[in-house]
C-alpha cells in the first residue's frame, strides 16, 4: 500500500551543527512532497516544499533534496539551534490528500 | 492575517457520545481538509471539502463525518465515539481543492473519549 516512511524515530545533534533528516516514499505517482514542522501543542507547519521536476531546493537555512531513482527526501537544516527542536514529518502528494511519514524527533543539545 | 482557528482545543467525551469541531479557515480559503493524528497511525487523512463540497474522503468509518458552510468555515462530527477515536484532530485550508496549494494548518482539537 501506500506509504511514506522515515529512517531515524530521533535524532539528536548538538546546537550549532547540521541535521539531516531522511525520508524514504513509496509512491512513484507523487510529484509533490513538502517537509513540515510540529512543536509540541501545535499542528504541523510548513517548512519547504519540493516538485518532483527538481533534485533540490534551498531555503532559510534548510534544504530539501529529493532523489526520485530510490525515492528518497531529504531534509538539511543548517546551524541546527534550540528552536529548531520539534518532530519533523515528509509528506508526499500522490493525488488530493498529502501521505504522511511517521515522524522524526530532532533534539538539539545546548 | 488570521490563521486556521479550530475550537475548542480540549475536548472529553464520554463512549457513544458524539461530537463537533469547528474550523475557521484563513480568510479567502476556499479548501478546508481534516487528519487524524495519533500515536500509533500518525496523520490520517479524514475528508476536504471545497466550495461547501465534499471532494474526498478518507479510509474512516461513517460515524465521520463533516460539513462546510457558505463562508468556508467547517465542521466534522464524529457519532457513536469509541475510545480509539482520541486523537488530536487537525484542519488544514488551501486556497484551492488538492493538497498541492499548499495546507495552513491549525492547532487542532484534542478529543479524548473516556
Known amino acids: 500500500g501506500e506509504s511514506v516512511g522515515l529512517h531515524l524515530p530521533t535524532l539528536s545533534v548538538q546546537e550549532g551543527d547540521n541535521s539531516i533528516i531522511n525520508c524514504a516514499y513509496s509512491?512513484?505517482?507523487?510529484?509533490?512532497f513538502i517537509w513540515y514542522k510540529q512543536e509540541s501543542g501545535k499542528g504541523p507547519q510548513f517548512i519547504i516544499d519540493?516538485?518532483?521536476?527538481?533534485d533540490k531546493r534551498q531555503g532559510q537555512r534548510v534544504t530539501v533534496l529529493l532523489n526520485k531513482t530510490v525515492k528518497h527526501l531529504s531534509l538539511q537544516i543548517a546551524a541546527t539551534q534550540p528552536g529548531d527542536s520539534a518532530v519533523y514529518f515528509c509528506a508526499e502528494n500522490p493525488s488530493y490528500k498529502l501521505i504522511f511519514g511517521s515522524g522524526t524527533r530532532l533534539l538539539v543539545r545546548p | 492575517k488570521a490563521g486556521v482557528t479550530q475550537t475548542p482545543r480540549y475536548l472529553i467525551k464520554t463512549r457513544g457520545q458524539q461530537v463537533t469541531l469547528s474550523c475557521s479557515p484563513i480568510?479567502?480559503?476556499?479548501?478546508v481538509s481534516w487528519y487524524q493524528q495519533t500515536p500509533g497511525q500518525g496523520l490520517q487523512f479524514l475528508f476536504e471539502?471545497?466550495?461547501?463540497?465534499?471532494?474526498n474522503k478518507g479510509n474512516f468509518p461513517g460515524r465521520f463525518s463533516g460539513r462546510q458552510f457558505s463562508n468556508s468555515r467547517s465542521e466534522m462530527n464524529v457519532s457513536t465515539l469509541e475510545l480509539g477515536d482520541s486523537a488530536l484532530y487537525l484542519c488544514?485550508?488551501?486556497?484551492?481543492?488538492?493538497?498541492?496549494?499548499?495546507?495552513?494548518f491549525g492547532s487542532g482539537t484534542r478529543l479524548t473519549v473516556v
Open positions: 480568510s479567502g480559503h476556499r479548501s
Open positions: 471539502y471545497f466550495s461547501e463540497t465534499q471532494r
Open positions: 509512491n512513484s505517482a507523487s510529484d509533490y
Open positions: 488544514a485550508s488551501s486556497e484551492g481543492p488538492g493538497a498541492d496549494y499548499g495546507y495552513t
Open positions: 519540493i516538485r518532483s521536476n527538481m
